[in-house]
């Protein structure tokens, strides 16, 4: 069976979640029974392995996730990723053209409705997209269902990529640039759903907030 400690081994070399980290999502699904699970940004999919292999350790659950269809083009890809793990079985990978944010809203629309009890939320760090992202996984949530959302104090002026590419820096005014927008969607939207925030773990930059029941 593969476990995290599998994954970790198999993938020691790749970007980005690490060990500790699935450590404290494993304890997370345990306390919670989580079964039914939406990531947000895949990359190479080493997230994505890590939650179904707790998933497998757990002997249930299945994983959603989501990416833009060029994500296809990195080495390795999920699909690899996955087949070195022998995780496929847990994981659907979407390729979204342009953004999740359609993808989320096919889900939506899709009857019956997929629910999900935990959300993995690591991509696109905006106002925009994690702000509109949360709304959109919001209606994917059971009622208890928890939000993780990753990179808490990630910013536009602080970011490697924002800075290899100026023309598109220069489109936010300067305050967004400097804001935080992950915190500001848990100190905005989260308490305006209804939202629980339920802790911080800054050393992982990780927020973890539970919907209303
Ligand atoms: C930090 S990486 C994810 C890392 C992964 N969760 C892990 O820990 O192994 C963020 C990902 O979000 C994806 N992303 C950003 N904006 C997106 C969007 N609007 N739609 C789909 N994917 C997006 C990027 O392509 C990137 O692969």
């Known amino acids: 069976m593969t476990t995290i400690e599998t994954v970790d081994t198999l993938l020691a070399d790749l970007p980005y979640m690490n060990r500790a980290r699935a450590e404290l999502l494993r304890d997370i699904f345990a306390e919670n029974d989580v079964k039914d699970v939406l990531e947000i940004g895949f990359y190479h999919g080493k997230s994505s392995a890590f939650i179904a292999a707790i998933l497998e350790e757990q002997d249930a659950g299945h994983l ?8 296809r083009n990195n080495t ?8 070195k793990t022998d995780l496929s079985h847990r994981v659907t990978p979407l390729f979204a053209h342009r953004s999740y944010t359609w993808d989320l809203q096919r889900l939506i629309s899709a009857r019956p409705r997929p629910q999900f009890d935990f959300c993995y939320f690591d991509g696109g760090h905006t106002w925009d997209s994690t702000g509109f992202g949360v709304l959109l996984v919001d209606m994917l949530l059971r009622p208890g269902g928890l939000l993780l959302l990753d990179d808490m104090d990630w910013s536009i002026s602080t970011s490697a990529y924002y800075e290899r590419t100026p023309h598109l820096t220069k ?16 100190d905005l939207i989260l308490p305006h759903l209804g939202y629980e925030r339920i802790r911080e773990y800054p050393a992982y930059q990780y927020g973890l907030a539970r919907k209303a029941f």
Do not use: F, G, H, S
């Open 76 to 83: 390795p890809n999920i699909e690899e990723v996955l087949n």
């Open 171 to 186: 489109k936010y005014d300067a305050d967004e640039q400097a804001a935080l927008p992950v915190r500001r969607v848990w």
């Open 64 to 71: 959603t996730t989501v990416d833009l269809a060029t994500a």
